[in-house]
């Protein structure tokens, strides 16, 4: 079974272009999370979808950012103009749509994304 | 909001020493707690987890007990191998199902 599929891998931008990051969630899961790694520390929430729907974007920056999940195809995450601030791993988890099972995320390779 | 707390590394120990690292949580409610780990360049792996106070999570030879009266979750292994060197991240989940992760626990295992 394919695992969480994320690309690119390595994504390099100047400032003022945009990124679009891809996650393909596991077969059959229809939730999908994104996160953000800064360097040197842990993971941070940004948003949760799930097919058509943006369930939590608490932890999405006000400006720039946007995800969706379209009903067919993976998700997107959209950076807009993009500052070196925003250099980091982006990682998409997804999770099963019922049961136990539900809460467990499992994570993608990550993109790194570097804006010169 | 929720939090976890985990023990500042690097941690450096021999092959076969005993493994602990510390985590602790602040939680409303009794969350699920998780350990994930990280290779270098990887994505981050579900290594264990435990859904209710007193539930012991395993893997790999490693295993943590969720500790309700101390809102703890520390990570153990009996024999560490350089193959466990990695980062090791405490996570909860929050009602709702986003997780809340520590800082990180870098792990070196010298041979």
């Known amino acids: 079974n394919a695992g969480v599929m994320q690309n690119p891998r390595h994504l390099v931008r100047r400032r003022g272009q945009e990124a679009r990051l891809r996650c393909s969630p596991v077969k059959g899961h229809s939730h999908v999370y994104w996160y953000r790694q800064l360097p040197e520390e842990g993971l941070k929430f940004m948003v949760y979808l799930q097919k058509e729907n943006i369930i939590d974007e608490s932890g999405m920056p006000k400006e720039r950012f946007s995800a969706e999940f379209p009903k067919e195809g993976p998700s997107i995450l959209r950076i807009q103009q993009v500052v070196r601030g925003d250099s980091a791993a982006y990682f998409c988890a997804s999770s099963q749509t019922s049961g136990d099972s539900k809460e467990t995320q499992y994570f993608g390779p990550g993109t790194r994304l570097l804006v010169l | 909001g929720d939090s976890v707390t985990q023990m500042e590394g690097p941690v450096t120990l021999s092959e076969e020493a005993f493994l602990t690292i510390n985590c602790t949580y602040t939680a409303t409610g009794y969350p699920s707690l998780f350990w994930y780990v990280q290779y270098p360049g990887e994505g981050l792996q579900l290594l264990l987890k435990a859904t209710k106070a007193d539930d012991k999570g395993s893997n790999k030879g490693f295993e943590a007990t969720y500790r309700k009266e101390t809102t703890s979750f520390h990570l153990e292994k009996g024999s560490v191998q350089v193959s466990d060197s990695a980062v090791y991240f405490c996570?909860?989940?929050?009602?709702?199902?986003?997780?809340?992760f520590g800082a990180g626990t870098i792990l070196r295992v010298k041979s």
């Open positions: 996570a909860l989940r929050e009602y709702g199902n986003k997780l809340v």
